[in-house]
């Protein structure tokens, strides 16, 4: 036990320590440069106030950014250029095809399904007059990692032979409507589904959420206007509520669009990417630390980066849109 | 029912129940289905970390409901502070892991971006602008990309640092598998999502507010901290619960900069690490597992009156 606390305590204190270090070192700086007066004021201000995140962005996000690029038309070990070879063997490699494949999968469904059953949602809760513990339910899977999640998982997708009791969920229905479940992991292209499923679960409060806020915003009296002409159900939804949260909506569909694009962890702590559903995210990392290539990995990097492009360009668009109302 | 709606109509407007004229009872059916749906694996879990081990292995949890054998054991064992299935000193040196690595990843980038977004939004200058989108198109660089060179970057010896051919920008900084070494990079990629946000929040606050502070003689700094920090609290608030959940979710930046290092590792790790080598032990697997869940589950809750107003701020009016 002494032991225990002995391991354990300097641990916290190094927490502390470092969060009060981080704490005085910004009041001394403001301390000082408060006191700066007159021309020097504003420049010192923005320095101070803008100066760390951009010195963070720089060396942690721009910088990587930049060489990663470089290094995707270099070898596996950095040392010769390759030109374009790391991206040819991306887009014609048999397996890197299954990879891109689903990939592709993955940007079809997930970020629709997603966002339209947090759509569905969000407008069904609207008419409901108590939602809240409903509406928490359904966030709750946001909460848990997505290594928790494949562990919730499993014991839905979880298979036994046909002699061994089925404790998984789905095998025991298939067991009980009287067929052989099929090994649901192993069973391609199935296997990639089930994995939607698992991210479906998880970001559908999410979008709910942030859907339900946007349409308790759309002005009562709009609907009110609306259902006196005769417009309910499917119309009222067309006609009034969708476009009034259409430009939510699309933020929704980004993010997630982009996320999926991320996605890492639900393939890595369910299946590892093996039995052929690997997707870009995931393949880069074994090819960067477990296949020691750098130069594939970081072709797959930039072409990730690449397919987000679009969503980004619209994003910017949007915003500058936004800025100049306000 | 829509003759029926106008002649009620003027009644409900009153009660701002214009939206709850029809399918009442239908939506509630739907949602409750789905809630319940979204809650049966999460149970599954629940129920199985309360199962004798011999019981999780023979029946399917749902057996629960006809057999209610239900035992602490599990919870017990990873917690107990002797060897567990070999783990010394069970799970609770990775719970303290997780915190000791959060609560800065909390602090230090919502600190940060506070005052980034502040300046971005009050403290305008040439080229201001420019360094907001450009910020907020760093959010999509994903962090794969990202890990080599900050790997470098945090060790110490030949080749570690930032170089431009053979000139050292940065040298290595020595803080590799050490929790200096996973507070930096999570603070770094938090930045552009959370100066997005705060920016979106501090941006509407009142102008005439600021512009009386500095009529008075206020400078930036005093504005920010008399100011601009208690009105951002929802904001703040808000980007807490994100941040909190993703890094004691995260899985990524913790196995890439933990460096394998036994005593800095976090609990999602380790589990991500056992759901291996603890194969046979679902027991203690799930009710891992759900101590795992049930932090962020309390932060969320604690802050979810935030969660909305603190994100929506300026993008959805």
């Not at chain 1, 910004?26 to 101070?48: C, D, T, W, Y």
């Not at chain 2, 790997?151 to 803080?175: E, K, Q, V, Y």
């Amino acid at each position: 036990m002494s032991s225990f606390w002995s391991d354990n305590l300097p641990k916290l204190g190094q927490m502390v320590t470092a969060i009060a270090i981080f704490l005085a070192v910004l009041a001394v700086i403001f301390f000082i440069a408060g006191r700066a007066n007159g021309k020097k004021q504003r420049p010192i201000a923005i320095l101070v106030f803008l100066g760390p995140a951009l010195l963070l962005v720089v060396v942690g996000l721009l910088g990587p950014a930049i060489r990663t690029l470089i290094l995707s038309f270099k070898g596996s070990a950095s040392h010769h250029w390759v030109g374009f070879s790391n991206y040819h063997w991306l887009f014609t490699d048999p397996s890197e095809r299954i990879v891109l494949r689903n990939t592709v999968f993955w940007i079809l469904f997930t970020p629709i399904i997603t966002t339209g059953i947090g759509l569905l949602l969000a407008v069904l809760l609207d008419r409901m007059r108590r939602e809240s513990v409903a509406k928490s339910l359904i966030f709750m899977p946001m909460a848990i990692s997505f290594v928790g999640a494949s562990i919730v998982w499993e014991f839905i997708y979880k298979f036994a032979n046909a002699n061994q009791p089925q404790v998984g969920l789905m095998s025991s229905i298939a067991h009980h409507l009287g067929f052989q479940p099929p090994n649901w992991l192993l069973t391609q292209p199935l296997n990639t589904f089930l994995l939607m499923v698992v991210f479906v679960w998880s970001q559908t409060g999410f979008a709910m959420v942030i859907l339900s806020a946007a349409i308790k915003a759309v002005p009562a009296d709009v609907m009110e206007a609306s259902a006196l002409d005769g417009a309910h159900g499917w119309k009222l939804f067309r006609g009034v509520t969708f476009p009034m949260v259409r430009s939510t909506f699309i933020v929704v569909l980004a993010t997630m669009v982009v996320s999926t694009l991320k996605l890492f962890d639900i393939v890595r702590a369910s299946t590892g990417g093996n039995f052929g559903t690997s997707v870009l995210a995931n393949e880069m990392y074994s090819e960067t630390f477990i296949r020691y290539d750098a130069g594939r990995g970081a072709a797959m990097a930039i072409v990730l980066f690449l397919l987000v492009i679009p969503v980004l360009v619209y994003n910017i668009i949007n915003l500058r849109r936004e800025r100049a109302i306000a | 029912m829509s003759i029926l709606n106008r002649s009620k109509a003027p009644k409900l407007a009153e009660q701002n129940a214009g939206r709850k004229l029809f399918g009442s009872r239908g939506a509630s059916i739907t949602v409750w289905t789905l809630a319940i749906l979204w809650t049966i694996p999460t149970f599954g879990l629940f129920a199985t970390s309360f199962r004798p081990k011999a019981d999780i292995s023979a029946t399917g949890w749902w057996d629960l409901f006809i057999h209610p054998h239900l035992t602490f054991a599990n919870y017990t064992a990873i917690f107990s502070t002797s060897t567990v299935s070999g783990i010394p000193n069970g799970i609770f040196p990775y719970i303290i892991n997780s915190f000791v690595i959060t609560i800065p990843a909390v602090i230090f980038p919502i600190t940060i971006a506070t005052m980034a977004a502040y300046c971005l939004a009050w403290v305008k200058f040439r080229g201001s602008d420019l360094i907001f989108y450009g910020i907020f198109a760093l959010q999509i660089v994903p962090i794969q990309l990202t890990l080599v060179p900050l790997l470098n970057l945090f060790r110490t010896g030949a080749d570690s640092g930032a170089h431009i051919g053979s000139l050292t920008l940065i040298p290595g900084l020595n803080i590799a598998g050490k929790f200096a070494g996973i507070w930096v990079p999570h603070t770094m990629f938090a930045l552009p999502l959370a100066i997005y946000l705060l920016h979106n929040f501090i941006a509407s606050l009142p102008r005439d507010l600021m512009e009386a502070a500095h009529v008075d003689g206020a400078s930036h700094f005093t504005v920010f901290r008399r100011i601009v920090l208690p009105l951002s609290v929802p904001a703040i608030a808000a980007f807490t619960i994100f941040q909190f959940m993703w890094v004691w979710n995260d899985l990524l930046v913790a196995l890439t900069f933990t460096g394998g290092t036994e005593g800095i590792d976090p609990l999602n790790n380790k589990l991500a690490g056992l759901a291996g080598t603890w194969g046979s032990h679902w027991e203690l697997l799930t009710s891992s597992a759900f101590i795992q869940i049930l932090v962020p589950l309390a932060v969320f809750f604690a802050l979810q009156r935030y969660f909305v107003r603190g994100l929506l701020a300026g993008s959805v009016k």
